[in-house]
């Protein structure tokens, strides 16, 4: 088998429904931080609720309706609402948490805001910018901000995570799902809203 055919395969693992969660899990196993193991818990437990349960009810909810053909295809008019819908829990998210969360992952998940209201404009102008890219980019972004903000020792880290953002990449074109100037618009949406957040507070402010 060709190893080609396994590039799929990383539409689904990083699939933006997960990313949310993926970037919290990643905060808590690598970074520094300073919560209880219930607040830990509980921020898990919201961030599950919030970005992955609720948009997937909803994803097989616009599936039952007809409205929605794929996991990891959608055309721009199948994508709207769903996006849409994920800007708005991601913005509940943060209004909930604003005094618990850490300015870390306050800041990623404000970024991932960014990114659902860009990638919202993108549909309303009727541009199909990668999903997928806006997700994975973020996710690396976070990475990397994170290891210079702590000044880790995360190397291997950091690079897995950027060969993942080509290998999602790699995956795409292969499934013939977007352009590459799709791939390129979704990826700068990915690491502009991160690094933008990451700049403003983290050296703007200093």
């Known amino acids: 088998m060709k190893i080609k055919q396994f590039l799929p395969v990383f539409s689904y693992i990083f699939h933006p429904i997960f990313i949310s969660l993926y970037g919290t899990l990643f905060y808590f196993l690598m970074v520094p931080h300073y919560g209880t193991e219930n607040m830990i818990y509980l921020t898990l437990i919201q961030v599950s609720i919030l970005t992955l349960f609720l948009p997937l009810a909803l994803y097989f909810l616009l599936v039952s309706l ?5 996991f990891t295809e959608a055309s721009i008019k199948e994508r709207k609402f769903p996006v849409f819908i994920q800007a708005i829990l991601i913005f509940s998210l943060i209004y909930l ?6 300015s ?3 800041c990623f998940f404000i ?3 960014i990114s659902a209201i860009l990638a919202f404009i993108s549909i309303l ?9 806006i997700g994975i980019s973020s996710l690396a972004t976070f990475v990397y901000v994170m290891s210079l903000q702590y000044e880790l020792p995360f190397i291997n880290i950091v690079a897995f995570s950027f ?4 290998l999602v990449a790699s995956s795409r074109l292969y499934m013939k799902s977007h352009s ?3 791939l390129i618009v979704g990826s700068a949406i990915g690491f502009i809203s991160q690094f ?5 507070f983290y050296v703007y402010n200093m």
Do not use: W
């Open 66 to 70: 007809g409205h929605i053909s794929s």
């Open 97 to 102: 948490n604003k005094f618990q969360f850490s």
């Open 104 to 106: 870390d992952l306050l």
């Open 111 to 113: 970024g991932g805001f």
């Open 125 to 133: 102008v009727k541009y199909k910018s990668s999903l997928h890219m």
């Open 163 to 166: 060969v993942c953002v080509g």
């Open 180 to 182: 590459v100037n799709e």
């Open 196 to 200: 933008s957040i990451y700049y403003y």
